[in-house]
C-alpha cells in the first residue's frame, strides 16, 4: 500500500491550497482515508476524514467550515481543500487510510498506513 501526498507549499493568509493523496495497493470500498497534521513541538492533529464507500466526511473543529475532504474514484485520489488559511494551519500534512470498520476515523493510532507528509506553510 502507497500513500502519496502533494499539493503543499507556502501561501499566504486567507488563501487556499489544495492536497492531493493517491493511493495505492489498497481496496478502497472498505476503507476511511484521513488528513492530519503536525506542527512543530505539537501532537498530531485530526483534520478530516472520509469514508471511501459513502463519502461520508469528518472535521477536526479547526477545519470545519474551511476545509473541505473529497475522493475520486477514478483516480484513486483524496483531496483536501484547504481555504482561508491561517498561519496556525502551518504544519505538515499527512494522509492516512484505516480499515473502515476499525475505531473512530478521529484517532490517528486507529490509521494503519500513512503517507510521508506534504509541508504547508502559511505566512502572516
Known amino acids: 500500500v502507497q500513500l502519496q501526498a502533494s499539493g503543499g507549499g507556502l501561501v499566504q493568509t486567507g488563501g487556499s491550497l489544495t492536497l492531493s493523496c493517491k493511493i495505492s495497493?489498497?481496496?478502497?470500498?472498505?476503507?476511511?482515508m484521513g488528513w492530519f497534521r503536525q506542527a512543530p513541538g505539537k501532537e498530531r492533529e485530526f483534520v478530516a476524514a472520509?469514508?471511501?464507500?459513502?463519502?461520508?466526511?469528518y472535521y477536526g473543529d479547526s477545519a470545519r467550515g474551511r476545509f473541505a475532504i473529497s475522493r475520486d474514484g477514478r483516480r484513486d485520489t483524496v483531496t483536501l481543500q484547504m481555504n482561508s488559511l491561517k498561519p496556525e494551519d502551518t504544519a505538515i500534512y499527512y494522509c492516512?487510510?484505516?480499515?473502515?470498520?476499525?475505531?473512530?476515523?478521529?484517532?490517528?493510532?486507529?490509521?494503519?498506513?500513512w503517507g510521508r507528509g506534504t509541508q504547508v506553510t502559511v505566512s502572516s
Open positions: 492516512a487510510s484505516k480499515p473502515c470498520y476499525d475505531g473512530s476515523d478521529y484517532v490517528a493510532r486507529n490509521y494503519d498506513k
Open positions: 472520509i469514508s471511501w464507500s459513502v463519502g461520508k466526511t
Open positions: 495497493g489498497r481496496t478502497l470500498e472498505s476503507v476511511s
